[in-house]
């Protein structure tokens, strides 16, 4: 018998998803900050909890990692370089996992905390997502923005942003939060003339208004609306002069423009 893949974002808090990949038997989950999200949803379809991955250490990624250990049977893996709750298996840039059938490539992604790892699996069954990559990438890149630089720099923010979005086109993004429509504000601010985005604000939009999740995204469409990732082009450029023109020279780099942005975001209401 065929076991069927199935990807869930289980909502938590006020706008986290914890990521829950299953076979119908057993499911792994992403960055369980919430056990009782996850415990619920396991016992609703009678699954067991075959492994977990983690991101990052903040308390919404890995707050719920100890109460769901008497009913995990498999391993937890973490990154190499953060505080965890101990004990995990520790991975980093160039590991690679296999849960559920799936070989997940891990990626080193500074910048939101300084050990962020990142999960991709370049193949992926086809009756999951007509077969297409699959990323979760925590807090790191979020459809129409990024996370916020709480303890890297800009320049690493901008490479590991880069390095995500090197991935193939139709790589389904698992983002870790549902900011999608306060993001696309914030870039339809500095991108007004960006037609794709004002196309996907509007599908985004009327995804939120049917209470249904904007995720996962694109990697394709996020090369196409997400400010964060477009730091080399002309409008963008242009965009982060105007509001900074003290602090920008007259050929601001992509990584300047990139610390613009995120400073600017960080102010925006
Ligand atoms: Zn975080
Ligand atoms: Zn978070």
Known sequence: MTLT???TPLPAFDDNYLWLLDNGREALVVDPGDALAVATALDARRLTLAGILLTHHHADHVGGVDALRNRL???????????????????????????????????????????HIAYFAASVPAELS???PLLFCGDTLFSGGC????????????????????????????????????????????????????????WCEAERAASR????????????????????????REAARRHAPLKLPAAPSPVDVFATLREWKNGFR
């Open 5 to 7: 893949l199935t990807l």
């Open 73 to 115: 049977q498999g391993p937890i893996y973490a990154p190499a370089h953060e505080k965890m709750p101990e004990p995990v298996t520790r991975v980093r840039g160039g590991d690679t996992v296999e849960l559920l059938g799936l070989r997940f490539a891990v990626l080193d992604v500074p910048g939101h905390t300084a050990g």
């Open 130 to 132: 007509n077969g297409d």
């Open 147 to 202: 996370g916020r630089l709480f303890e890297g720099t800009p320049a690493q923010m901008h490479a590991s942003l880069q390095s995500l979005a090197a991935l193939p086109a139709q790589t389904r993004v698992c983002c870790a939060h549902e900011y999608t429509l306060s993001n696309l504000r914030f870039a339809r601010e500095v991108d007004p003339a960006n037609p794709a985005l004002a196309a996907y604000a509007d």
């Open 213 to 236: 999740p904007t995720l996962p995204g694109r990697i394709g469409t996020e090369r196409q609306i997400n400010p964060f990732l477009r730091c080399a082009e002309p409008a963008l």
